[in-house]
T-cell receptor
Framework: GAGVSQSPRYKVTKRGQDVALRCDPI?????LYWYRQALGQGPEFLTY????????KSGLPNDRFSAERPEGSISTLTIQRTEQRDSAMYRC??????????????FGEGSRLTVL | AQTVTQSQPEMSVQEAETVTLSCTYD???????LFWYKQPPSRQMILVIR??????QNATENRFSVNFQKAAKSFSLKISDSQLGDTAMYFC????????FGSGTRLLVRP
């Protein structure tokens, strides 16, 4: 696609439910990143992939969070047993190069999660 | 671990004036990149400027330039001839294999 697409744009869920956030990167982009951004703060690194391989998941807060990118394109961030503290904007970004940090990251518009 | 510190939560500048946003970072990496990203009210994330750490020459992009002091681990952004459209949150970012964002500086350009 023309840009990084994320869905849903808004998700309201009840505490304890599982949620899945989807990211469709720019076609051909090798690297895919997940960030979490609280209002008024900078994006916080969660995890990233080169192709289908998860290179670093050190930013995932706990084992309720997981991510996959099985075919090296679309990625899903899953949060199990959601808690109110999980409420935030979740942003996906992709980059043409492997590693991605040397070049420009293209960000999606984000998925805003609200846990009641 | 890499850290990025932006000590100015908010700044204000008159249109057409010049403003400098500060950033310091800490890293154990020898090869890395530094970036400034802009997030306007639309919440899009836009790359403003990029600096390779191995280059001594400061990067410039039109009205935007940086002052990169590697020994001091300092990376400030200068915006010349500020425009109303420059109003945004600005993030200083350190990158090696992943990007680490600072907490941001909210810049308001006054007419």
């Amino acid at each position: 696609g023309a840009g990084v697409s994320q869905s849903p744009r808004y998700k309201v869920t009840k505490r304890g439910q599982d949620v899945a956030l989807r990211c469709d990167p720019i076609s051909g982009h090798v690297s895919l990143y997940w960030y979490r951004q609280a209002l008024g703060q900078g994006p916080e690194f969660l995890t990233y992939f080169n192709y289908e391989a998860q290179q670093d998941k050190s930013g995932l807060p706990n084992d309720r969070f997981s991510a996959e990118r099985p075919e090296g394109s679309i990625s899903t961030l899953t949060i199990q047993r959601t808690e109110q503290r999980d409420s935030a904007m979740y942003r996906c970004a992709s980059s043409l190069e492997a590693g991605g940090a040397t070049g420009e990251l293209f960000f999606g518009e984000g998925s805003r999660l609200t846990v009641l | 671990a890499q850290t990025v510190t932006q000590s100015q939560p908010e700044m204000s500048v008159q249109e057409a004036e010049t403003v400098t946003l500060s950033c310091t970072y800490d890293t154990s990496e020898s090869n890395y990149y530094l970036f400034w990203y802009k997030q306007p009210p639309s919440r899009q994330m836009i790359l403003v400027i990029r600096q390779e750490a191995y280059k001594q020459q400061n990067a410039t992009e039109n009205r935007f330039s940086v002052n990169f002091q590697k020994a001091a681990k300092s990376f400030s952004l200068k915006i010349s001839d500020s425009q109303l459209g420059d109003t945004a949150m600005y993030f200083c970012v350190h990158g090696s294999y992943k990007l680490i964002f600072g907490s941001g500086t909210r810049l308001l350009v006054r007419p």
